[in-house]
């Protein structure tokens, strides 16, 4: 394979701030030298040979794989465009950028239809097939909430460094607070290690919230009440309706013209997760949810539910708005969620300002 020419991220960002679509952020500016020259590194030719079973890719030029990124930094900094820039100028074929919900969706489909041959660890198998396809990973949102995930997560991890794919993921974490206080969490502590060895650490910890600024609620000129905007978007008036995601049954408020209604306990209370919140996000062009609490530390598991059905409606694009006990920035102020919420919050403000569909006359 032959060098391939280098585009720098740093090209990229000084032509977007030129053209007005990008504001000078000087935390982001800091970044980009390692931006460049990791896009650089992943430009030098490579092969891909096998290897105890395995297919690894070798560099032609020096030693080892080049070190991934991790850019860590609170919601809004402007991480997911910076590691856009990387994907952007990095010129290779063999490059992936996934956020993590559908990435463990994912994983766990490939575990189960998984039959790697004898004397052959099942994670390594699953990371020399994704290997097959990719040299760099781009892993928006790297986030764990449960030890399932997080075990599973960091044994994929090691296998894939193993098999030479280069990493760069955003987080609003650093690696060492990573399922800070999850349940046997020392038992991830040696996956984070290898996660440590293996990528540089960018911190983007100051500076303003993009999302935010400027601020609206999205609101301004719409409908006042949750019928009226369910009427307006859907073109009919609300009438509840049992449905189904993926295989649980929910009864929504309101459904029409791709425009869903849902209250807060229907969605969050019961017990569904990423499976069936990633089947609303297939069906929906608008959410409505409506009868939000104040999530105190009680509601600590409904709170992280909402929190994973935000970070998909995110990814997804989709129009949200909300009616709640207080304002967005005050509904989650306490218990084991709230740090994590501060992203949820910022992402909320985000999709209230997207238009919504509304039906045609």
Known sequence: MSRMQSIHPSDLFTARVNAGTLRDDGDQVAVLPQLDILAERMNLPVERVEKRGLQVWRP??????????????????????????????????????????PFMEELHQRMHRCNPPRGIDMMDYIASEIAQETRLLCFDEFFVTNIGDAMLLGRLLESLFKCGVTLCATSNWAPENLFQGGYNRLSFIPFLKVLQQNVIILDLAHGVDWRRNP???????????????????????????????????????GVGNGCYWFDFAELCEQSLGRTEYLDLCKKADVVLLSDIPLLTEELSDPALRMVVLIDLLYEHGIPLRIDAAAPVDELCTEGPVSFTYERTASRMFELMRKPLKVAEA
């Open 215 to 253: 601020l609206t609620d999205g609101s301004e000129g719409e409908p006042q009440t949750f019928d009226q905007i369910f009427e307006e978007c859907a073109g009919v008036a609300a009438l509840p309706k049992v449905m189904k995601l993926k295989k649980e049954e929910v009864t929504a408020i």
């Open 60 to 101: 032609l030029e020096g030693k080892k794989v080049p070190r991934g990124l991790y850019l860590h930094g609170p919601v809004g900094r402007g991480k997911s465009m910076l590691m856009q820039l990387l994907f952007d100028a990095a010129a290779v074929s063999e490059k992936r950028r996934v956020h993590f919900h």
